[in-house]
């Protein structure tokens, strides 16, 4: 199966810093990426589609320039978290799907972060 | 307002018997639906899925029914494992009209197999 990695894991950081979170996709192209949040015991809530090469979309409610989106290349695509506060802290992950792909994506393990 | 809903947050069963799980969809664009499994601190994996043009897909021991009346639809898994324990998600996406095919996901429901 495709595999998708996320780095970092885990990360803790003072308010008021900015996080940068990567997604990968290791042995596919991603023409589109995704990118979820949850919070424990719910749902993964998408946070914004982007497709290399153009802007994300961001779904109602997420804050663009809160949530920074690039999707260079077809194999990276980021997340950064600008101005974190504890209230952004929750489990944040990707996922991808190649353009020949109908429905199927595929996760990362998830990025766990903590703002202090 | 959630568009897809798991109304059992939790289901346990004994190892070897059948474990149903439910899940219903109010969005009439939706058109193909997924089953992922996820593991606490782990991203979901792609278990199976299902076009709105089929009522039912078989891989292995897990199948998943579709009532597209009745905005309805299953999995079952038999016969159920312990490694099966995991959280359980059912997820809905709208492949016209441009949707970018973005999954909408359920709740979840925990799925315990007991020895």
């Known amino acids: 199966g495709a595999v998708v990695s996320q780095h970092p894991s885990w990360v803790i950081c003072k308010s008021g810093t900015s996080v940068k979170i990567e997604c990968r996709s290791l042995?596919?192209?991603?023409?589109?990426m995704f990118w979820y949040r949850q919070f424990p015991k719910q749902s993964l809530m998408l946070m914004a589609t982007?497709?290399?090469?153009?802007?994300?979309?961001?779904e109602q409610g997420v804050e663009k320039d809160k949530f920074l989106i690039n999707h260079a290349s077809l194999t990276l695509s980021t997340l950064t978290v600008t101005s974190a506060h504890p209230e952004d802290s929750s489990f944040y992950i990707c996922?991808?799907?190649?353009?020949?792909?109908?429905?199927?994506?595929?996760f990362g393990p998830g990025t766990r972060l903590t703002v202090l | 307002d959630q568009q897809v809903k798991q109304n059992s947050p939790s289901l346990s069963v004994q190892e070897g018997r059948i474990s149903i799980l439910n899940c219903d969809y109010t969005?009439?664009?939706?058109?193909?639906f997924l089953w992922y499994k996820k593991y606490p601190a782990e991203g979901p994996t792609f278990l199976i899925s299902?076009?709105?043009?089929?009522d039912k897909n078989e891989d292995g021991r897990f199948t998943v029914f579709l009532n597209k009346s009745a905005k309805h639809l299953s999995l079952h898994i038999v016969p159920s494992q312990p490694g099966d324990s995991a959280v359980y998600f059912c997820?809905?996406?709208?492949?016209?009209?441009?949707?970018?095919?973005?999954?909408?996901f359920g709740k979840g429901t925990l799925l315990t197999v007991n020895p």
């Open positions: 997820a809905a996406s709208a492949t016209s009209g441009g949707s970018n095919y973005k999954l909408t």
């Open positions: 996922s991808a799907r190649e353009l020949a792909w109908r429905n199927e994506q595929f």
């Open positions: 982007s497709n290399e090469g153009s802007k994300a979309t961001y």
């Open positions: 299902i076009s709105s043009i089929k």
């Open positions: 042995d596919f192209q991603a023409t589109t």
């Open positions: 969005n009439s664009m939706f058109d193909y």
